[in-house]
């Protein structure tokens, strides 16, 4: 599933290939934010990106890779 972050004073945002649930995904960011924490999310080959919860700009949850075109490693 593809997690798109967007990040306050970023021009581009962050997109993350992860394996967790939409369920998931939705109560970390949910628990961040309350919190003023960060966002934390591993990527499909075990990778962290970490965020302020402070400067998300907003969240796309959703989508896969279907159709994608290139190589993958």
Avoid: C, W
């Amino acid at each position: 599933m593809e997690v798109k972050i967007g990040v306050q004073h970023a021009a581009r945002e962050l997109v993350v290939e992860t394996d967790e649930s939409i369920d998931n995904v939705e109560k970390r960011i949910s628990e961040a934010v309350a919190g003023d924490g960060v966002l934390t999310l591993t990527d499909t080959k075990g990778r962290k990106t970490v965020v302020p919860a402070s400067k998300i700009a907003y969240v796309e949850i959703g989508g896969g890779v279907s159709g994608q075109v290139g190589f993958r490693s």
